[in-house]
């Protein structure tokens, strides 16, 4: 576990900084103690097994469910003691699949989530507007902006929700499996978003099934096992042969090469 | 966009028709032109000036302000729960009036002005029970817990008006016309009492728009934007018990109203964003609940008829052909 002092942050608070987090759901405690740290313009993926409390994890880190016990804090700032309208200034969170109103466009989509930026009743202004613009177009979602959203497929829907979470203008993007349902190009489509954004400068924060894409596109990984954070660091050093066959019980090593990765599985064991 | 505009525009051009023909309308017929004129308050004092100022400007009133009222309160709610059938009547407040209306008509025959209070205190009751049992405890504000306590409240408060009724049936008749659902021409009286509940609703209603768009790109995106689901939805459901009961005490049980204007108008909209299935919602309420009226005081003049069946009459046509088209 890492130590709250060591922050390697300067003066400046980290952008997230959350430490020994539980979460009970209905009484049956889902994450056990879980610290997680992420630095500016870093892309960090939670990975783990099934069931291990990655989507919880982040979904309390996000102010999205009640931690039962733990800090979490938002550029130095208690998770609890903020507005609703200050959090979402802070960070962004994009779910796996958000439902589909009729009728709702993409661009109506976009500028709801700006509106998160305004007084209630309040009015857009051309800075709103130049928002919602820049963030279509920063998730290419700009030339089927007039589009209804129930007309988009899966990839051209979660390329919508990210520029719904870039409306906000939070420094943070977080999304919960942005990938899971979607096909390879359209996986690769959103991938490839996802990593452009953060070499923009934007620090994004993701749950990931997928290692061997969590290796490609990650600065680092945290692992999350049975409800606690186990590793967290590189991809390569974290994800080693020995911790695949520890917390996901896997015969299986991770490579590397020119950008590619690959995930080598003993799918029926040794033989 | 330009086609909200003109649905808005049909809207409002049949809600201003209905109205005129509501005052113009009835046992003494006055011209339009005259009914223009008197509104303008031009009128010469005669026996026109009379009818169409005393008797039949509030009840137009009423009927606008109700029917928008309800128009309104089922928009939100269907938005609020992310149900199509969602409408008044699963906050319990429906069947929570009807109960209230029911035991004065039982046990206060005499004081049958109190028939609007009962009706508005007992649909807010009912109301606040649903609120109790459905955001309190786990999974407080969740969709199905407020739907199904809703629903229990209408099961109960039903019951409790069946009961009456079948326990003093000599006082049905004069039950029917609530239950039915109908407006009168008392005047003002029953607005001044009233104005207060359809303020604070309506003024609710307005700062509720944005955030029940949020919801409806679902919770996580909702909370995600810093607003509060389960706050969102007891928002909503609070400004549609206020609006609900509030008609109620006014114009008895109107349930079909709230449930198929807002699903009218997002066909004929098509789309669902709050920002304009609300407003329109309010006109199309207000218009077809005028055109019902006109219809319900004309249909056997002099005797006057509930406006409830009457607005059915002429919602379920207009409904089912937008069905059809909307596939």
Redesign the interface.
């Known amino acids: 576990m890492e130590a709250p002092t060591d922050t390697g942050a300067g003066d400046y608070p980290l952008p997230l900084e959350a430490y020994g987090v539980e979460v009970e759901i209905?009484g049956t405690p889902i994450v056990r103690g879980a610290d997680l740290r992420i630095h500016p313009g870093e892309l960090v993926a939670v990975v783990g097994p099934n069931g291990a409390g990655k989507s919880t994890l982040v979904r309390a880190v996000?102010?999205?469910q009640k931690p039962s016990a733990g800090i979490v804090a938002w550029s130095g700032r208690e998770v609890g003691t903020l507005?609703?309208?200050?959090?979402?200034k802070l960070?962004?969170?994009?779910?796996q699949r958000?439902?589909v109103?009729?009728?709702?466009t993409v661009r109506?989509?976009v500028t709801?989530?700006r509106?998160?930026q305004?007084r209630?009743?309040g009015r857009m202004t051309a800075v709103d507007r130049e928002a919602i613009d820049g963030a279509m177009g920063r998730a290419e979602v700009t030339r089927f902006a007039e589009r209804a959203l129930q007309t988009l497929s899966g990839g051209e829907l979660q390329r919508v929700?990210i520029a719904?979470?870039l409306a906000?203008a939070a420094p943070v993007l977080i999304a919960?499996e942005p990938t899971s349902a979607l096909d390879l190009g359209a996986t690769i489509d959103v991938a490839g978003l996802l990593r452009g954004l953060v070499d923009e400068g934007l620090t994004v924060l993701l749950v990931v099934h997928d290692l061997a894409l969590a290796a490609a596109i990650a600065d680092r990984v945290v692992v999350v096992s049975k409800g606690r954070t186990v590793a967290a660091g590189p991809p390569r050093e974290v994800l080693t042969t020995e911790r695949l066959a520890e917390v996901w019980g896997a015969e299986a090593h991770l490579t590397e090469h020119d950008g590619r990765t690959a995930l080598h599985v003993a799918w029926l064991g040794s033989r | 966009m330009t086609r909200r505009l003109v649905v808005l525009a049909i809207l409002l051009a049949a809600l201003l028709a209905a109205a005129i023909a509501e005052l113009a309308l009835g046992a003494v017929k006055v011209p339009p032109g005259e009914v223009i004129d008197i509104l303008l308050g031009k009128g010469h004092g005669g026996p026109n000036h009379q009818i169409v100022e005393a008797l039949r400007l509030p009840r137009t009133i009423e009927a606008l302000v109700v029917g928008a009222a309800l128009g309104v309160a089922g928009a939100i709610l269907q938005g609020a729960l992310?149900n199509p059938l969602a409408s008044p009547d699963v906050i319990g407040v429906t069947g929570g009036a009807g109960f209230g209306a029911i035991l004065i008509i039982v046990l206060f025959p005499s004081k049958i002005a109190l028939l609007p209070i009962g009706a508005l205190l007992f649909g807010l009751l009912a109301a606040a029970l649903v609120f109790v049992f459905a955001w309190t405890g786990?999974n407080r504000g969740s969709v199905a817990k407020v739907v199904l306590a809703g629903i229990a409240m209408l099961s109960l408060f039903t019951a409790g008006t069946t009961g009456l009724l079948a326990a003093f049936p000599e006082k049905a008749p004069s039950a029917i016309f609530f239950l039915a659902g109908g407006l009168s021409s008392s005047g003002w009286e029953n607005l001044t009492t009233t104005w207060p509940y359809f303020a604070a609703g309506g003024l609710i209603v307005?700062?509720l728009i944005?955030p029940l768009?949020?919801l409806?790109?679902?919770d996580?995106?909702a909370?995600?934007?810093?607003?509060?689901p389960q706050f969102i939805r007891l928002a909503a459901a609070v400004a549609a018990a206020l609006l609900a009961a509030a008609s109620a005490a006014i114009a008895g049980l109107l349930g079909f109203l709230g449930l198929v204007v807002p699903h009218v108008v997002?066909m004929a909209?098509?789309?669902?964003?709050q920002t304009f299935v609300v407003p329109a919602s309010a006109l199309g309420g207000a218009a077809l609940l005028a055109a019902g009226d006109t219809l319900a005081r004309t249909v056997r003049a002099p005797i006057e008829l509930p406006v409830g069946p009457f607005m059915v009459i002429i919602g379920v046509p207009v409904f089912l052909y937008l069905l059809r088209k909307a596939v």
């Open positions: 209905a996000s102010g999205l507005r609703g309208r200050e959090l979402a960070r962004a969170f994009v779910p958000m439902p109103p009729a009728g709702v109506e989509a709801i989530g509106s998160s305004l209630p009743l929700q719904i979470g906000q919960d | 992310a786990r307005l700062f944005r768009d949020r409806a790109l679902g996580d995106v909370a995600s934007l810093g607003s509060r997002r909209g098509r789309t669902s964003s």
